[in-house]
């Protein structure tokens, strides 16, 4: 096998680990945990061995282990790997084990369950408080996955973990949870800026977190899967108060208006129905928007009339799209905005 007698390259191997290119040097650099062996040009070629000693270094450091004593032990690891003739095509990953949070390391301690690789890097480059490297496994997931799919089974599993950690430890990783959030909030505004402008005027989709709602995250990726479908979009963010979702709404004859509720305790059913019965537009001709309810907080009661409950992202901007293909005349469309 190639890489096995040549090695892989740095961006390789980073990938592979679920770091950043910039992190695999620095550790180089700093604890001397580079390939045993550089090619021409002194360009890092890492081979199985090599792997396994990073592999080793993830999970000491996500372990908490300081990264000075982590590179000593994974060095070790090389050693040994190398005495015992470790020279095949890929270095088996190192079993999990159990860190001083409970979790399994190879998520760096956090509970993820079965998820993708790629919730497992970007878990060990948040709990390691990795910014580059969050920022690369971000825009990488968005790339080769597409919006829906990064958020729906990247981001948001991974937001979970974090959270879940943080209630059950004692407040300890609220530092990752706010990291993690803000890396992933500018990966979502990066793509939505990114997006083609919208082809027309055309009235737009209200995004708004009901009162007592501080939670963005989901309007955020909703934005910028609406701006990639150049569709109009009004982001109005946490926690926006009756009266001024009111005046918003009055104001800027929405399509659609999305509010977003995580617990049942914000839930404000009331105010769904007002918005939804909120008339605007010339004599003869007024409307109303259609309201999606989204998120967890309005489980358990069925949506009333003028309302639609999707129960994820993709399903979000279906309903979206085909109510701008409604209103443009589209045939296959028709009927299907309001369910």
Known sequence: MREAVHGITTGAVARRLGVSPTTVRSWDRRYGI????????RHRRWSPADVAMLEEMCRLTASGVPPAEAARAAREVRASAVRAGAA????PAPVAVRTAGGGPAGGGGLPLGDVRQECRGLARAAVRLDGPAMEALLRAALVEHGLVTAWEEIMAPTLHAVGRKWESSGDRYVEVEHLLSWHISTALRRAAVTGPAPASPAP?????????????????????????????????????????LDAAVRRSGPAAVVLWSQARST???????????????LRGARTAALVLLAGPGWLGRAPAPGMVRPT?????????????GERAGDPEAAGRGRD
């Open 34 to 41: 580079g390939p045993a062996v550089r090619g021409d040009g």
């Open 88 to 91: 095949g095509p890929v270095a």
């Open 204 to 244: 737009p989709v209200l995004l708004a977190c009901v009162p007592s709602e501080q939670h963005t995250l989901p309007l955020e990726a909703l934005a910028a899967g609406l701006a990639e479908r150049s569709l109009p979009t009004r982001m109005f963010g946490g926690a926006v108060p009756a009266e001024a």
């Open 267 to 281: 839930a404000n059913h009331a105010l769904a129905g007002h918005v939804a019965g909120t008339a605007f537009g």
């Open 312 to 324: 994820g992202l993709g399903e979000a901007l279906g309903v979206l799209s085909r109510l701008y």
